[in-house]
């Protein structure tokens, strides 16, 4: 296979610390768009698609880019892979059968009854400030409005909340030590390579959610964690691991990725102080355009991987059956010839084809109408509360190769 790896090593959770390393992604787009790259911590390398047009492809066509052996970078074998299958993990026909039972609260019309609640949930975000002009938007906005709209759709109580979010953190942040004492690639994590993310506190969340799950099968109740124990109308249920890797997977990745999009959201408004003073002049339509604007710029999951399941080939590339390759969505969503100054942050962008929360494919994500609900109504509401956001001190990203985020922002307000 040739050896094409670009100078700056796109593996390295250090190389997001710094920011997007956007124009390694564009020489690759333009000169080698299915590259062969090798893997910094030994891994066995796999094939970069970079091009928004193979990203798609290799999205629809699930006969030859699997996702059943892993969705990250990580080599599992066959024993680790069982243990730790999570629906995103999974092919038609058993993906399919999964998401439409846990599906039902998530759809359009399930989500659309939920704006009232979130409103009345980011002005109560908004008024907790009680008025203070300085503060880290992560911390006090972006980590709260999501945080708690989650407790609402399981079920859960306040005070538990904040608890069940740390864990999370520690689970999608498995390579930062701001996040966890279980550093992926710092630390001898084999003991729990059976948990997801390699991380001991899964079985915190496991445990938690088996309580949760007993608490209503004794007393059902109008929440979501019901809703997943009521069979469908075939009379289709979910085992108890699949239910609670499904609830770590919707505390973690549910939270997380909203968080720092949402952040992303405030840079831009940082960035270009026009872009927010229009915001009380938009209406809902034009608020939503802003919001897709936003969840390309910020692309937060940054890849998908997949495996080859035979022998093909793609721009002269011969890719071999069993072969890891991956989905950069964060180049996918700037190539030039998909997005007309893709460089460039248009708020009324349009058409916004992008493939965040992997659009335009079977993988699309759970969550997201309602992170598009949850951006969009946090912005209309601090557009109604704020005349002005500035940074107010440097800022700091994520260490992640998967998850781009920045987890401090300091900022000041003028309220109105």
Same mark, same amino acid.
């Given at each position: 296979m040739p050896s094409d790896s670009p100078v700056i090593d796109i593996t390295s959770h250090d190389t997001y610390v710094v920011g997007i390393p956007r124009e390694v992604f564009a020489d690759l787009r333009a000169n080698n768009p299915v590259a062969w790259t090798e893997e910094s911590d030994g891994g066995r390398g796999f094939w970069s698609l970079t091009k928004y047009e193979d990203v798609l492809f290799a999205s629809r066509h699930t006969e030859l880019f699997s996702s059943r052996l892993g969705i990250r970078l990580e080599d599992m074998d066959e024993e680790e892979t069982e243990a730790r299958r999570t629906m995103m993990e999974m092919d038609s026909p058993e993906h399919t059968r999964l998401r439409r039972i846990v599906a039902r609260p998530f759809t359009p019309r399930a989500v659309v009854e939920y704006e009232e609640a979130v409103r009345d949930l980011a002005k109560e975000v908004l008024a907790n400030l009680n008025g203070k002009t300085e503060f880290d938007f992560v911390k006090d906005i972006a980590r709260e409005l999501p945080m708690r709209m989650l407790g609402r759709l399981l079920g859960l109580p306040d005070e538990d909340l904040d608890w069940l979010v740390s864990k999370g953190d520690a689970l999608i942040g498995n390579s930062d030590p701001d996040f966890?004492?279980?550093?992926?690639?710092?630390?001898?994590?084999?003991?729990?390579?059976?948990?997801?993310?390699?991380?001991?506190?899964?079985?915190?969340?496991?445990?938690?959610?088996?309580?949760?799950?007993?608490?209503?099968?004794?007393?059902?109740?109008?929440?979501?964690?019901?809703?997943? &124990?009521?069979?469908? $109308? #075939?009379?289709?249920?979910?085992?108890?691991?699949? &239910? $609670?890797?499904?609830?770590?997977?919707?505390?973690?990745?549910?939270?997380?990725?909203?968080?720092?999009?949402?952040?992303?959201?405030?840079?831009?408004?940082?960035?270009?102080?026009?872009?927010?003073?229009?915001?009380?002049?938009? #209406?809902?339509?034009?608020?939503?355009?802003?919001? #897709?604007?936003?969840?390309?710029?910020?692309?937060?999951?940054?890849?998908?991987?997949?495996?080859?399941?035979?022998?093909?080939?793609?721009?002269?590339?011969?890719? $071999?059956?069993?072969?890891?390759?991956? &989905?950069?969505?964060?180049?996918?969503?700037?190539?030039?010839?998909?997005?007309?100054?893709?460089?460039?942050?248009?708020?009324?962008?349009?058409?916004?084809?992008?493939?965040?929360?992997?659009?335009?494919?079977?993988?699309?994500?759970?969550?997201?109408? &309602?992170?598009?609900?949850?951006?969009?109504?946090?912005?209309?509401?601090?557009?109604?509360?704020?005349?002005?956001?500035?940074?107010?001190?440097?800022?700091?990203?994520?260490?992640?190769?998967?998850i781009s985020g920045t987890k401090k922002l300091p900022v000041k307000v003028s309220w109105r």
């Amino acid at each position: 296979m040739p050896s094409d790896s670009p100078v700056i090593d796109i593996t390295s959770h250090d190389t997001y610390v710094v920011g997007i390393p956007r124009e390694v992604f564009a020489d690759l787009r333009a000169n080698n768009p299915v590259a062969w790259t090798e893997e910094s911590d030994g891994g066995r390398g796999f094939w970069s698609l970079t091009k928004y047009e193979d990203v798609l492809f290799a999205s629809r066509h699930t006969e030859l880019f699997s996702s059943r052996l892993g969705i990250r970078l990580e080599d599992m074998d066959e024993e680790e892979t069982e243990a730790r299958r999570t629906m995103m993990e999974m092919d038609s026909p058993e993906h399919t059968r999964l998401r439409r039972i846990v599906a039902r609260p998530f759809t359009p019309r399930a989500v659309v009854e939920y704006e009232e609640a979130v409103r009345d949930l980011a002005k109560e975000v908004l008024a907790n400030l009680n008025g203070k002009t300085e503060f880290d938007f992560v911390k006090d906005i972006a980590r709260e409005l999501p945080m708690r709209m989650l407790g609402r759709l399981l079920g859960l109580p306040d005070e538990d909340l904040d608890w069940l979010v740390s864990k999370g953190d520690a689970l999608i942040g498995n390579s930062d030590p701001d996040f966890t004492d279980y550093v992926v690639d710092q630390t001898d994590t084999s003991e729990y390579r059976l948990l997801p993310f390699r991380s001991p506190v899964a079985i915190e969340l496991f445990e938690y959610a088996q309580l949760a799950l007993e608490e209503r099968r004794v007393t059902p109740t109008n929440d979501v964690l019901t809703a997943l &124990l009521a069979p469908t $109308k #075939d009379g289709d249920t979910l085992d108890d691991p699949t &239910l $609670k890797n499904f609830f770590a997977l919707m505390v973690a990745a549910g939270n997380d990725t909203t968080r720092y999009t949402m952040t992303a959201g405030a840079q831009v408004f940082i960035d270009h102080p026009e872009i927010f003073a229009a915001l009380p002049d938009m #209406d809902e339509a034009q608020v939503k355009l802003l919001v #897709d604007e936003v969840l390309r710029w910020a692309t937060t999951t940054m890849h998908f991987r997949r495996t080859v399941v035979e022998d093909t080939e793609l721009r002269g590339q011969k890719l $071999k059956k069993g072969d890891k390759v991956v &989905l950069w969505y964060i180049s996918a969503n700037f190539d030039e010839e998909q997005f007309p100054d893709a460089e460039k942050f248009i708020p009324d962008r349009s058409p916004n084809d992008h493939v965040a929360f992997g659009l335009h494919s079977a993988h699309l994500c759970l969550g997201a109408h &309602l992170a598009r609900l949850e951006l969009r109504v946090m912005f209309e509401e601090m557009a109604k509360a704020w005349t002005k956001i500035e940074a107010n001190g440097p800022s700091e990203r994520f260490r992640s190769n998967f998850i781009s985020g920045t987890k401090k922002l300091p900022v000041k307000v003028s309220w109105r």
